[in-house]
C-alpha cells in the first residue's frame, strides 16, 4: 500500500533553551512500519508526543496532516478521534484491573440501569483479542499477572477499539523475550496488512531489519535525509546517520592480553524462591581471567541474572558453591561479602535496583563506598563531590554539574553513574547485566569502549546481554546457559550466532 496516510511538515518545538524539533518533516504511509530512529535526545519522542497530542496545538511549529486533511490537535483526545494511538515504553495500563476493563476503559458497556454488562464487556474483549489472534489471555484476568509481553498485547487490543489507523510503537520489545517479539511481530504483521500504519522507534538495528518497511533518522532534533527503504541500507549506514560520523566497528576490539585467573566458581546453585527443591541455578562452575570480556547468554529464564545475583551475595543462604576471587576462596551472604571481596555488579534494571533516581550524582557515586568518606565520624562531602567530578569527567557523562538529579540524565548517562559508582568500590571483577538495554546506539558505543579500557586497566569483566550479535561482538569467550545449567563455553571468534541460540534451546548435537 502507497497511500500516504501522515505528513508532517516543518515541524518545530521549543523547551526552555533547548530547541528540540527543528524543521522536521515525516511521511508515513498505509500499512508500512516506518522506523524512526536516532541517539537519546534526537527528539524522536518529542515528534511523537507532537503527534499524539500530548504537546497540544499551538504549542509547536508545522503542519500535520492525517490522511490529507490539516489536524491541530488540542489533546490526546483530538488524536484518538483521529485515529492515532501511541503505545509508550512505560506500559499505560491499570495493574489492578482486569485485561477487559483495561481495553475498555472509559468506554464500559453498561445495561439501562448504568451497571456494567460484564458478559458484554468479556465478549467484546474476546472480539478484539481473536482478531489479532491471541487466544491464551482471560478477559477477566487481572493485567498484574501477565508478561510484559501479554501487557504489550493488551496495549495493542486497547489501541485497536479506538480503530487507530497510525500506531506509534514506543520500544516495545525492550524488556519482551524472544518468544514474546516474535509474537509481537506476528501482531505486526498481521496489523500491517489490514493497512495500519506503524511508526516504530527502537534502538535494537537487527529488529529494524526484520519488521520495518522504511527508516527515518533523527539527530539533534533534524531530520536526516528523507526516509529510506530498509532493504537499501546497512546497519552501518543507519547508525552513521544517527551519530553523524562514521563508526569503523560498532564492537571496538581491546588489545588486552589474558592475564591471572581472577575469578573460579565450582558447582555454584541458586534455590528456587518459590519451589521448594527446586533450582534456578544448577552446578555452574566457570573461570574468568584479567584482560578477557566473558559473555553469559542464553534465553530469558536460563538463570543468567539468578547465577550473577548469587555471586553478588544477593540470596543470601539461597546460593551456594565455592567462589575464588584473586586466589582467595570467598563466602558470598550479602553484597558487601562481594563488595569486600572486589565484585561489583551493575544491575539489569538500573532504575529499580542501581540508582536512587531523585538523588544527584554526588549522592549515588559514592553510596556504594561511603565508608571511604568518613573521617572522625564526620561525612567528607567535598572528598565526595571531588570524586563524582573524576567518574563524571573520565566516563564522559554529560551533565552540566554533579548536582544534578539522576532522573534527569538521560539512559546512557544513568549507566555511566552506576559504573562510575562500582569503579569506586576499585573492583577486581565488574559484573555488567544487559549494560547496553534502553540506550542509544552512541551511548552503547561509549560504553564498550569503556569495558575496553577498564580490562585494559586489569578489570576482569562478565557481561550479560539478551542480544546476540552484543555478546558475541564483545565477549573473548561466551558462557551459554539453558534451564539453570552451562550448556557450553565457546570463543567467540571460533563459532556463530546460530550455534550459540542451539546451545541456549538446548536442541546443539
Not at 553484597?335 to 571481596?341: L, Q, R, S
Not at 544491575?347 to 550524582?361: A, N, S
Request: proline letters at 3%; charged letters at 30%.
Amino acid at each position: 500500500m502507497n497511500e500516504v496516510i501522515l505528513e508532517m511538515k516543518d515541524i518545530g518545538k521549543e523547551f526552555p533553551g533547548v530547541r528540540a524539533l527543528d524543521n522536521v518533516t515525516l511521511t508515513a504511509r498505509k500499512g508500512e512500519v516506518l522506523a524512526l530512529v536516532g541517539e537519546n535526545g534526537a527528539g524522536k519522542s518529542t515528534l511523537m508526543k507532537v503527534l499524539s497530542g500530548v504537546w497540544a496545538y499551538p504549542d509547536y511549529e508545522g503542519e500535520i496532516k492525517v490522511r490529507g486533511e490539516v489536524c491541530r490537535f488540542k489533546g490526546t483526545r483530538d488524536a484518538e478521534k483521529a485515529r492515532v494511538a501511541i503505545i509508550y515504553q512505560e506500559l499505560n495500563l491499570i495493574q489492578d484491573l482486569s485485561v477487559a476493563e483495561n481495553i475498555f476503559l472509559d468506554r464500559q458497556f453498561t445495561n439501562k440501569l448504568g451497571i456494567i454488562d460484564w458478559d458484554r464487556l468479556r465478549a467484546e474483549t474476546i472480539k478484539i483479542l481473536s482478531e489479532l489472534h491471541i487466544k491464551d489471555i482471560d478477559p477477566m484476568q487481572s493485567v498484574k499477572e501477565l508478561t510484559v509481553g501479554k501487557q504489550q498485547m493488551v496495549e495493542i487490543a486497547k489501541a485497536l477499539t479506538l480503530k487507530a489507523e497510525i500506531l506509534i510503537l514506543d520500544e516495545p520489545t525492550s524488556a519482551l523475550t524472544d518468544r514474546e517479539t516474535d509474537e509481537l511481530f506476528r501482531v505486526i504483521r498481521r496489523l500491517k496488512n489490514d493497512g495500519v500504519c506503524m511508526i516504530y522507534i527502537s534502538h535494537k538495528m537487527e529488529e529494524l531489519k526484520q519488521i520495518a518497511d522504511r527508516v527515518q533518522v533523527l539527530r539533534d532534533g533534524k531530520t536526516i535525509g528523507s526516509e529510506v527503504p530498509v532493504a537499501e541500507v546497512t546497519i552501518d549506514e543507519i547508525i552513521s546517520r544517527m551519530v553523524g560520523r562514521d563508526l569503523k566497528t560498532l564492537y571496538p576490539k581491546h588489545t588486552a592480553q589474558r592475564g591471572k585467573k581472577i575469578l573460579e566458581v565450582h558447582g555454584f546453585e541458586v534455590d528456587h524462591p518459590l519451589l521448594p527443591g527446586e533450582k534456578v541455578v544448577r552446578d555452574v562452575s566457570f573461570d574468568v581471567y584479567q584482560g578477557e570480556i566473558l559473555g553469559i547468554a542464553g534465553l530469558m529464564g536460563a538463570g543468567r541474572s539468578e547465577l550473577v545475583m548469587g555471586l553478588f551475595g544477593a540470596w543470601g543462604k539461597s546460593a551456594r558453591g565455592k567462589v575464588v576471587v584473586d586466589g582467595r576462596e570467598i563466602v558470598l551472604r550479602s553484597p558487601k561479602d562481594a563488595i569486600d571481596a572486589g565484585i561489583a555488579l551493575v544491575t539489569e534494571d538500573r532504575k529499580l535496583l542501581g540508582l536512587l533516581l531523585e538523588q544527584d550524582i554526588v549522592f549515588n557515586t559514592t553510596l556504594a563506598s561511603l565508608n571511604r568518606f568518613v573521617k572522625m565520624g564526620m561525612l567528607d562531602q567535598d572528598g565526595e563531590r571531588k570524586t563524582a567530578e573524576h567518574y563524571v569527567k573520565e566516563l564522559g557523562v554529560k551533565t552540566p554539574t554533579v548536582d544534578a538529579r539522576i532522573a534527569n540524565l538521560s539512559g546512557g548517562n544513568q549507566q555511566k553513574v552506576v559504573i562510575g559508582k562500582w569503579l569506586n568500590t576499585q573492583p577486581k571483577l565488574l559484573i555488567l547485566d544487559e549494560p547496553t538495554r534502553g540506550i542509544d546506539i552512541g551511548a552503547k558505543v561509549e560504553i564498550y569502549k569503556l569495558m575496553n579500557s577498564l580490562m585494559e586497566k586489569g578489570v576482569a569483566i562478565v557481561m550479560i546481554s539478551s542480544e546476540l550479535p552484543e555478546v558475541m561482538g564483545m565477549s573473548d569467550r561466551v558462557l551459554v546457559m539453558c534451564e539453570g545449567k552451562l550448556s557450553a563455553d565457546l570463543i567467540c571468534g571460533e563459532t556463530s550466532k546460530e550455534r550459540v541460540m542451539e546451545y541456549a534451546t538446548g536442541s546443539a548435537r
